[in-house]
């Protein structure tokens, strides 16, 4: 079983600041996904990395993948109210089934 | 993308009960997942709902406990049998266009088992 172990687990920063998350693994992924989760909800995709050092940027989120394919951030800038909730990373390896990772719950105090 | 409406959104149920939840997608999709979800963690794979055959069930899940049924493209359920509280938790269908493409969730099953 490919563990994703995200770090931090809770996050609670004031409105404004900036933060990163982490998403490691000792195992290569084909292509790794960032969701967010909202409560009530299900997760939604924000962003898929595909190659090794390719880095997103959506709005003020920043992705990045790491060069080995075995770890990737995110990277919130001037954050929001809205972007409190769960994120969730998650890696594919092919065609086989996508490993969640543990989570990072994210608040932001207005 | 898919549009995913997945029923009751909350229960509450007895122990010893049975909840069956439905999930309905507006387009046809070839592969559809039911997860779990203990409350404020990751998700975690129950089975891969297969149509027209049985599920695939992942490690420590078994049909007997959660058995599941996909009669076509569009509609699959997942049952939570003889319930505990140990299965209070939100169960979430998923599915996915492409073999490795991004997956989309319904808004999943908040059950609480007293």
């Known amino acids: 079983t490919q563990l994703l172990e995200q770090s931090p687990q809770f996050l609670s920063i004031q409105e404004g600041e900036n933060l990163t998350v982490y998403c490691n693994s000792s195992s290569v992924f084909s292509s790794l996904q960032w969701y967010r989760q909202e409560p009530g909800e299900g997760p939604v995709l924000l962003v898929t990395v595909v190659t090794g050092g390719e880095v997103k940027k959506l709005k003020r989120l920043t992705f990045q993948f790491g060069d080995a394919r075995k770890d990737s951030s995110l990277h919130i800038t001037a954050a929001q109210p809205g972007d409190t909730g769960l994120y969730l990373c998650?890696?594919?390896?092919?065609?086989?089934?996508?490993?969640f990772g543990t989570g990072t719950r994210l608040t932001i105090i207005p | 993308s898919a549009v995913i409406s997945q029923k009751p959104s909350r229960d509450i149920c007895q122990r010893g009960t049975s909840l069956t939840i439905q999930c309905q997608v507006d387009s046809q999709v070839t592969m559809m997942f039911w997860y779990r979800q203990q409350p404020g963690q990751s998700l975690t794979l129950i089975a891969t709902a297969n149509q027209g055959s049985e599920a695939t069930y992942e490690s420590g899940f078994v049909i007997d406990k959660f058995p599941i049924s996909r009669p076509n493209l569009t509609f699959s359920t997942l049952t939570v049998s003889n319930m505990s509280p140990e299965d209070s938790s939100i169960y979430l269908c998923s599915v996915e266009g492409d073999p490795g493409s991004p997956l989309h969730f319904g808004n999943g099953t908040r059950l609480t088992v007293t």
């Open positions: 998650a890696g594919a390896q092919g065609n086989e089934k996508l490993t």
